[in-house]
């Protein structure tokens, strides 16, 4: 280990759009209220009232992320955007299960004569999450998709396409498998 890596490496965890357990700088401010709000109304482009980003979540790309009232981010979740157009918008009331996924982008696999690894990314598609829904845990939403309203997502859906408002989706890739009609035995 040289300085030079170490004094890199502190400049990264003192800068870096993210936040994560692998950013020891900030991470530890999330295990405290107060210091967790301040961190994450610095870092998000929006973090609504009471809402919380909790230790153990990974958020690649913060000014690109928009948290609304109430959204909690719990361990094991994470929100990658990025910075060439991928947006993540989470608004009002939207509840999250542990372990959530959200990808704004994916690499390249077109040419068959190069490595995946070195065809880069598609470009990226902006997410969105409407007011009131619930993602299951472990659901993975990609690219270009949009929640619908008071929409359920099932836990370890992946969520390929669209969902419209007041449905269940669930499933590999996800499918809307009933409309939500407000009936009290839930049938």
């Given at each position: ?5 170490v ?47 909790r ?23 994470m ?8 947006e ?48 299951g ?9 949009t ?7 099932g ?33």
């Amino acid at each position: 280990m040289k300085w030079s890596e170490v004094r890199s490496r502190i400049h990264f965890w003192q800068t870096a759009d993210r936040l994560g357990p692998d950013i020891p700088f900030t991470h530890w401010r999330l295990h405290f209220k107060s210091t967790m709000l301040d961190l994450c109304k610095s870092k998000f482009k929006y973090f609504g009232d009471r809402a919380e980003f909790r230790p153990g979540a990974y958020a690649m790309c913060c000014s690109q992320i928009s948290l609304g009232k109430r959204v909690i981010i719990r361990p094991e979740c994470m929100l990658f955007a990025n910075m060439a157009g991928g947006e993540i918008v989470i608004e009002d009331d939207v509840m999250l299960g542990c372990g959530v996924h959200i990808y704004v982008n994916n690499h390249r696999f077109d040419d068959l004569k190069e490595s995946i690894i070195d065809q880069g990314y598609y470009p990226s598609k902006s997410v969105v999450l409407k007011k009131g829904s619930w993602i299951g845990g472990n659901a993975i939403i990609l690219p270009g998709v949009t929640i619908g309203e008071n929409s359920v997502i099932g836990a370890g859906s992946v969520v390929t396409k669209s969902v419209p408002d007041g449905v269940v989706a669930v499933g590999n890739p996800a499918r809307v498998i009933r409309e939500i009609d407000g009936a009290i035995d839930g049938s």
